[in-house]
Each structure stands twice: as structure tokens, then as C-alpha cells.
């Protein structure tokens, strides 16, 4: 303990400087997220918006299928794991068939954050996660039913974004 408080307080200015820096550099990469004003985050954050609010909570299916990667993989906490054909049944079986009773998923609302995955200093995906929580809509009334934690992964392919692997975990139901 004492070499470490002669380091910072009685050592060479020299090194004290070269910490810092050194401390400064690293803080700017280790938060490799993009700000929310640039062009890949308003981007992805429109698909999300296609993804929920259009087929999940409007049941706009087939706004799915320009969005979704042929390859396309969906590991749920509680649920499984699903391909691109079993992930569109189950939207429609589960999340579309009874309008009387509306699951309906609302992004809480800062917790939206993108990575961008780059290779030679050129984009080819991302990876994109967030909270989100769920209500089960009755005669136009929202009754809060859970949240979950969210992991998309975005591969850019000829200028086109498609979703490729969702994590989908940590399923809570309402905290009272």
C-alpha cells in the first residue's frame, strides 16, 4: 500500500502523466457503443420499431420477412430455440392469435444500446440490446405482465440489414 501511495504522490511526474493518458485512452474504448444520434443506432432502432411495434404489437407479419435473416436463430430463457419458420408460427400462434387478449411490448425507454461489429474498419453488423417489458392489452386497457432483457445480433449484407441471432432471457414477471 505504501508503494502505491509513493507512486501517486511521491513519484515521477513522468509516469503520473502516462497513467493518466494511458487511463483516458482506455475509457474511450472500452465503451465501444455508438451514440444514439448516429446513423447505425437511429437505423437499428427503426427495426426494432418494425420488428415490435408493427408485428408484434400491430401483428403486421409481414413486415418479418424483408427484416429477418434466412439463417435466422431466436434462443429464448423460457421458450427454446427457434429457426426463421418456427419463430414466424410462433408470432402468429402466440402473439396474433387472440386480439381480445394482446400481448403488447413496450422498449423501456434509454435502455437501447448498439455495437458496431467491424472488420478492417468496415461495418458488417451489430449487435443491439436493450430491456423491454410486456403488457397484455383488454378492452384498451394495459396490464403489465414482465420484462426481459434483449441481445440482437444485425449482419449488414449488400447494404441490407437483417436480424440473424436474438437472445432473448432474463423473463421476470411483474415485481409488486
Known amino acids: 500500500?505504501?508503494?502505491l501511495f509513493d507512486f501517486f504522490f511521491k513519484g515521477d511526474l513522468f509516469w503520473k502523466i502516462v497513467l493518466l493518458i494511458w487511463s483516458l485512452l482506455s475509457?474511450?474504448?472500452v465503451n465501444g457503443q455508438v451514440d444514439q444520434n448516429?446513423?447505425?443506432f437511429k437505423t437499428l432502432k427503426s427495426k426494432d420499431s418494425i420488428i415490435f411495434e408493427?408485428?408484434?404489437n400491430k401483428c403486421e407479419l409481414q413486415k418479418l420477412d424483408d427484416i429477418?435473416?434466412?439463417d435466422f436463430e431466436f434462443y429464448h430463457?423460457?421458450?427454446g430455440i427457434e429457426n426463421r419458420e418456427d419463430f414466424f408460427k410462433s408470432v402468429q400462434k402466440n402473439i396474433c392469435a387472440n386480439k381480445n387478449e394482446k400481448p403488447i411490448r413496450k422498449l423501456v425507454d434509454n435502455s437501447l444500446k448498439v455495437y458496431p461489429l467491424t472488420k478492417?474498419?468496415?461495418i458488417y453488423g451489430a449487435i443491439q440490446k436493450g430491456k423491454h417489458t410486456f403488457h397484455i392489452r383488454k378492452n384498451n386497457k394495459l396490464t403489465p405482465t414482465g420484462s426481459a432483457l434483449f441481445t440482437h445480433v444485425w449482419i449488414l449484407n449488400n447494404n441490407i440489414w437483417k436480424l440473424k441471432r436474438v437472445l432473448s432471457y432474463n423473463h421476470l414477471p411483474v415485481q409488486n
Do not use: P, V, W, Y
Open 38 to 40: 448516429s446513423e447505425l
Open 120 to 122: 478492417n474498419g468496415k
Open 27 to 29: 475509457a474511450l474504448f
Open 68 to 70: 429477418i435473416d434466412q
Open 1 to 3: 500500500m505504501k508503494e
Open 77 to 79: 430463457d423460457l421458450g
Open 54 to 56: 408493427r408485428t408484434f
